[in-house]
């Protein structure tokens, strides 16, 4: 059972730090994103700060601070730049070695030959690409993934380039995030105007499936919603058509969503402390059959536009909720909330991280 006090203790949010860091592979970007040489991706996660790279056509992930006198070496959230470091311009390799720097002669060469940056492991599901923070973690992706695998290595596929890329702080803790996502009994009321417009919210999911912390849901259309016919006409060439709002948690921090394969959400939870939480927030296209024509394409750019500010009216209809929740618990610490049927993905969620809480004390205690 989760008590309240789980949401605000800083000794839990330890505990759970080191069980992130410790028993997971994170899913971290996608491969659109970096397609072309020098493409590179940065994250903060729990304050370690980790880049990932293409290099020639591999993709790697180091620590993102420099070994010379620990700057940062990519300040910024994505780009395309050799992965230098900007203070004395040390430059590093797919090895994480110094591949250069500027009077080579003025450092003892040995030492510098020895030196590497801290190498995170790369793992791929489809085109999504996983990172593994503890190199003694003896599972393989797919042991991680299980059956939730393959639906999501589908899923990647059809994902077209990134439309968006930003990130939103939450004064909550990451649990209530969670919480949020794994359930659309909200839908109705706190997305009225948005998620419930489109018809989402008051059918019950058929289908759905569940491996360790992992789950995927579909929630079916309501039969009223009449259809846009210029979206659905301009949308008639997309690869992916799924009937309803399909949804996937990635364990512990990631968000996958497409409502009818319209377009693609990634969100990535990073905990900052037991009361905050940034969210960040990607958003891609859908992939086509054929070529678009540019008059296609203007179309296909209005209607992503559209989709980003319904992404965000709906992100921002959470964020008051989620916060207002957080500000209340410190007066219930030693109650529980109520999970009832509609919210059974976090009742599976709570089933294995209790496990694996409790998995971790007792070998703690040994
Ligand atoms: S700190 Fe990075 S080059 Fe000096
Ligand atoms: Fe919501």
Request: a negative charge; hydrophobic letters at 35%.
């Amino acid at each position: 059972m989760i008590k309240n006090l789980d949401y605000i203790d800083e000794e839990v949010y330890l505990k759970e730090k080191s069980l992130f860091f410790n028993e997971s592979w994170i899913l971290a970007a996608h491969k659109n994103e970096l397609l072309n040489n020098n493409d590179f991706v940065t994250f903060e996660y729990y304050g370690n700060k980790i880049f990932i790279q293409n290099f020639n056509g591999t993709i790697k992930s180091f620590q993102n601070v420099c070994l010379h006198r620990f700057n940062t070496i990519h300040e910024e959230p994505y780009g395309n730049r050799v992965s230098s470091c900007l203070y004395h311009n040390w430059t590093y390799g797919k090895k994480g070695n110094v591949v250069g720097l500027m009077c080579r002669n003025s450092f003892e060469r040995d030492h510098i030959n020895e030196l590497k940056l801290k190498e995170y492991e790369v793992a791929f599901c489809g085109d999504f690409v996983f990172l593994k923070l503890n190199e003694k973690l003896d599972k393989s992706l797919q042991q991680y993934l299980g059956n939730i695998f393959t639906p999501l290595q589908e899923i990647s596929k059809h994902f077209g380039a990134k439309t968006i890329d930003y990130t939103i702080e939450h004064k909550v803790n990451w649990k209530l995030l969670v919480e949020n996502v794994l359930e659309c009994y909200h839908c109705t009321s706190v997305h009225e105007n948005s998620f419930a417009k489109m018809g989402f919210g008051s059918v019950k999911p058929e289908k759905f499936d569940f491996f360790d912390a992992h789950s995927w849901c579909e929630f079916p259309k309501g039969e009223d919603v009449k259809p846009n016919k210029i979206i659905e006409k301009s949308l008639a060439g997309r690869t992916f058509k799924t009937q309803g709002y399909l949804h996937f948690y990635l364990y512990p921090n990631a968000f996958i969503s497409s409502v009818e394969g319209k377009g693609f959400y990634f969100g990535f939870m990073l905990p900052e402390s037991p009361s905050k939480t940034n969210l960040r927030v990607r958003y891609f296209s859908s992939k086509f059959e054929k070529e678009l024509s540019e008059s296609e394409q203007n179309i296909i750019d209005f209607i992503n536009n559209s989709s980003n500010d319904s992404l965000d009216l709906v992100l921002n209809e959470d964020k008051k909720i989620v916060e207002n929740i957080q500000s209340n618990l410190v007066n219930f610490k030693d109650h529980s909330p109520i999970f009832g049927d509609e919210e059974f993905r976090i009742l599976k969620f709570y089933e294995y991280f209790n496990k694996q809480k409790n998995k971790n004390r007792y070998n703690e205690s040994i």
